[in-house]
Each structure stands twice: as structure tokens, then as C-alpha cells.
């Protein structure tokens, strides 16, 4: 416990004998103030290093070495992969070099692999989400003869950014306190959550009979993950050629087949009434951020998207004073979800079209 500069100053001044003079101004008072100042910013040192020490109160690195006597690890930011096309002038596909770099907005990406012709993957070279977000033309950096256009496409792997203290200490608590062992549920989520790829997950036992196992992955937002994470789990627990033969991580006798989550575009209509001074064109961004927000916060194994929490998020947009005939995909009804092992739908927000009444 943390002691104040008065409170020692306070116990000290009571040691000494009562026939000495121990008013402030004394001689005696003078001397131990001092003391009992620096002793109390030492006590609140002590008392910040303490929280240093324990998982729930860590940070940083001090949370990193606290968790690493478990041998658990905090997720290090991992580089967005993505689809390139290139073409000649003539509109041909053209192949560019291995190593050759091309820039887009404030993103550096290299050519690492041929997909096929004109086709290449393009990994960023600075770690974190930054990668994912760019679409467009991109500028060579290197000079390439014959190059006339290079446009960025599709993620194949998601860039992370190094995991969180809050997600690194929740992660930490649950894994300790859930006590997984090999071939259970626990076992298999701990493991596909270890891929900085994966960020969500859902185990399926004996979806296809006995010994059999199905793992639905999502990325960090819970959407769905590229072929590429799929292939890389899927190795890691039963080369598809080896089932049952507990070759991978996955205990013998047990067929392991991974899958991405489907997404499912969410296409709303809504008719508003606006306030007074209010204009459309000028609230329809903030409210599509809203409604966006919403569909995000649902989580990976939520089955149902609620058209009332819809008509929460447009109405908490301030200059809305009403909003009718919501309609999800052309549905005046909530989005019910498939979270099956063969159909794993995860709602991902497309289009907001907005009419005024």
C-alpha cells in the first residue's frame, strides 16, 4: 500500500521525543520533511512497478514478459498479400519481375509470386491493416520496359497490426482459464487462433461422421479469410492427401478439413424523416457509417442481424428524427444468418440507399 508524503512525514515527527520541538518551522520538522518527500514519490514508484508485474494490470512489454512464463505470445503485425494485374499497352497481360516494387497513396508493395500471367502477388513491406485498405493504379518504382498499367486487386492475406494490450490480455486469461487439451474444442481453437491470419473461428465436431472435425475461420473483423489462410491452416493441421494419419497437428484418427466464412453482402433501403435545417446528401454519409458500425459489432457467431438495432443506428445520427420501411436485401424483416458447417454466413455491409419522406 501506497503511503502519502504526509503520512509518513506524520509517523516520523511521532518518533520523535515529545520535549523537542516538532512544529512546522523547526529545526527537526525541516530536516524529516524532506525525507518523508522523497520516501513517498519512492512508495508511488513502487506502487506503478507493482502493476508491472501482475497480467491484469501489465503493459507493453512488461505484459509480454509476464505472459511469456506461459508460453504465450503476444500476435506481431503481419504484412497485407495482394493481387496485382499488368498489363502492356496493347491491353496484354504482361508479366513483371520477382522484386520489383510499386507504390500506392503511402503503401509500398513487392512482387513475390506469379499467380499466372499478369497476375502476381504483392506483399507490403511494412507490416499492420495499412495494406489492406489501398485500391487502384499502381506507380512502379522500378523502371519496367514494357509496363503500361498495374492495378491493385483483391487481399489474399490480411495485414494485422500487432495485437492490442486489451486483445493480448483477454486472449491470455481465456486460453489459462479454459485449460484446453489436445483434440477438444478448446485445443482447436487455440490453435487456429495462434495464426495472426485468423482472428475467429468455430469448431464443428462430427459434421461428417465420426472423426471428422470442420474449422470455419474469419479474419480479425470476423468476415471471411482468402484461399491462401485456408490452404496455410489446413496444411498445418492434415495435409488433405494425409487424413487421419496425424501427420499435422490434428490427433490420428482425425479428419480436419478448414473453410473460410461466406460473406454475405447487406443491402439496405429506408425511407427518413429529416429534421428542419437538415439535408440529405449532407447526413448520408454519417449515416451509412453508422449502420456500418453496427453490422461490424456483430460478432462471429451471431446468426441474426436485427432490423431494429438498423433503425437504432440511422436514428442515432443527429438531424434524423424517424425512419420507415427498412428493408434488409429487399426484406422488411431481420437477416437471419446460415452457421452451419457447410454454409457459415457472415454479413458484411455493401450499399445504404436512403429516400426521404
Same mark, same amino acid.
Given at each position: 500500500m501506497s503511503l502519502t508524503y504526509e503520512e509518513i512525514l506524520e509517523e516520523m515527527l511521532s518518533r520523535v521525543p515529545e520535549e523537542v520541538d516538532r512544529r512546522e518551522g523547526s529545526i527537526i520538522y525541516d530536516t524529516l520533511a524532506p525525507i518523508a518527500f522523497e520516501l513517498a514519490s519512492y512508495y508511488n514508484e513502487l506502487e506503478g512497478l507493482y502493476d508491472l508485474f501482475f497480467a491484469d494490470t501489465a503493459v507493453g512489454e512488461w505484459l509480454d514478459r509476464v505472459t511469456k512464463q506461459f508460453g504465450i505470445a503476444r500476435q506481431k503485425a503481419t504484412c497485407a498479400v495482394r493481387e496485382g494485374t499488368f498489363t502492356a499497352s496493347d491491353g496484354s497481360l504482361f508479366d513483371v519481375p520477382i522484386g520489383s516494387r510499386f507504390a500506392i497513396n503511402e503503401a509500398v508493395f513487392q512482387v513475390t509470386r506469379k499467380i499466372s500471367d499478369g497476375k502476381f502477388q504483392l506483399t507490403a513491406e511494412e507490416a499492420g491493416r495499412a495494406g489492406n485498405l489501398y485500391e487502384g493504379a499502381l506507380l512502379p518504382i522500378d523502371n519496367i520496359e514494357g509496363l503500361a498499367a498495374a492495378v491493385m486487386g483483391e487481399v489474399l492475406v490480411f495485414g494485422k497490426d500487432s495485437e492490442s494490450d486489451d486483445a493480448f490480455r483477454d486472449r491470455f486469461f481465456n486460453m489459462i482459464?479454459?485449460?484446453? *487439451?489436445?483434440?477438444?474444442?478448446?485445443?482447436?481453437?487455440?490453435?487456429?487462433?495462434? *495464426?495472426?491470419?485468423?482472428? $475467429?473461428?468455430?469448431?464443428?465436431?462430427?459434421?461428417?461422421?465420426?472423426?471428422?472435425?470442420?474449422?470455419?475461420?474469419?479474419?480479425?473483423?470476423? #468476415? @471471411?479469410?482468402?484461399? $491462401?489462410?485456408?490452404?496455410?491452416?489446413?496444411?498445418? *493441421?492434415?495435409?488433405?492427401?494425409?487424413?487421419?494419419?496425424?501427420?499435422?497437428? @490434428?490427433?490420428?484418427?482425425?479428419?480436419?478439413?478448414?473453410?473460410?466464412?461466406?460473406?454475405?453482402?447487406? &443491402?439496405?433501403?429506408?425511407?427518413i424523416v429529416l429534421d428542419?435545417?437538415?439535408?440529405?446528401?449532407?447526413?448520408?454519409?454519417?449515416?451509412?457509417?453508422?449502420?456500418? #458500425?453496427?453490422?461490424? #459489432?456483430?460478432?462471429?457467431? &451471431?446468426?441474426?442481424?436485427?432490423?431494429?438495432?438498423? @433503425?437504432?443506428?440511422?436514428?442515432?445520427?443527429?438531424?434524423?428524427? &424517424?425512419?420507415? &420501411?427498412?428493408?434488409?436485401?429487399?426484406?422488411?424483416e431481420s437477416l437471419v444468418l446460415e452457421k452451419t458447417a457447410t454454409s457459415y454466413q457472415v454479413p458484411v455491409f455493401q450499399t445504404l440507399t436512403l429516400s426521404e419522406v
Open positions: 482459464e479454459r485449460q484446453p *487439451f489436445a483434440g477438444n474444442v478448446g485445443a482447436y481453437e487455440e490453435a487456429v487462433l495462434s *495464426f495472426s491470419e485468423a482472428g $475467429a473461428v468455430k469448431v464443428f465436431p462430427i459434421w461428417n461422421g465420426p472423426g471428422t472435425v470442420k474449422l470455419v475461420v474469419g479474419n480479425e473483423n470476423g #468476415r @471471411a479469410v482468402g484461399s $491462401a489462410v485456408v490452404e496455410k491452416i489446413q496444411e498445418h *493441421f492434415m495435409p488433405l492427401n494425409e487424413a487421419g494419419l496425424g501427420t499435422g497437428l @490434428a490427433p490420428i484418427g482425425h479428419t480436419v478439413t478448414v473453410s473460410s466464412a461466406t460473406n454475405v453482402s447487406v &443491402d439496405i433501403t429506408a425511407n428542419t435545417g437538415h439535408q440529405l446528401e449532407a447526413l448520408r454519409s454519417s449515416i451509412s457509417e453508422s449502420v456500418e #458500425r453496427e453490422i461490424g #459489432r456483430m460478432g462471429f457467431s &451471431d446468426s441474426i442481424l436485427h432490423i431494429s438495432k438498423i @433503425a437504432v443506428a440511422i436514428l442515432s445520427v443527429e438531424g434524423v428524427l &424517424d425512419v420507415t &420501411d427498412i428493408a434488409i436485401n429487399g426484406h422488411e
